[in-house]
């Protein structure tokens, strides 16, 4: 069964960066489509960022394009999100999840509600 974890969250100043890492467990992540989504304090869960299902394209929600970057690394069955230029409004608790079931196609990658197997989350905190 897979699992996920995510770590890298933490405390950071606006501008500053953090790289999140989602790392798997039970199968290999590059069989599905995996998203980062992020959900805030009496706010929808959004998502961030995604790779669809065959790795080839990547996707991002408009108010983190030119900041954040997904990225992968297969030998460590590992998804990383990289933020760079935090603003406070990017606070929130950062999940990373799999598509499974395979109905994640394309910009749909961006949809939670497509995703089935989620990890527990790591906060993000920027503050002034």
């Known amino acids: 069964q897979l699992q996920l974890v995510e770590s890298g969250g933490g405390l950071v100043q606006p501008g500053g960066s953090l790289r999140l890492s989602c790392a798997a467990s039970?199968?290999?992540?590059?069989?599905?489509?995996i998203g980062w989504f992020r959900q805030a304090p009496g706010k929808e869960r959004e998502g961030v960022s995604c790779f669809s299902a065959n790795g080839a394209l990547t996707y991002y929600t408009d108010s983190v394009k030119g900041r954040f970057t997904i990225s992968r690394d297969g030998a460590k069955n590992t998804v990383y999100l990289q933020m760079n230029g935090l603003k406070s409004e990017d606070t929130a608790v950062y999940s990373c999840a799999a598509d499974v079931s395979r109905r994640a196609v394309g910009r749909l990658c961006l949809d939670s509600s497509k995703f089935g197997s989620w990890g527990v989350g790591t906060q993000v905190t920027v503050f002034s």
């Open positions: 039970g199968s290999a992540l590059n069989y599905y489509a």
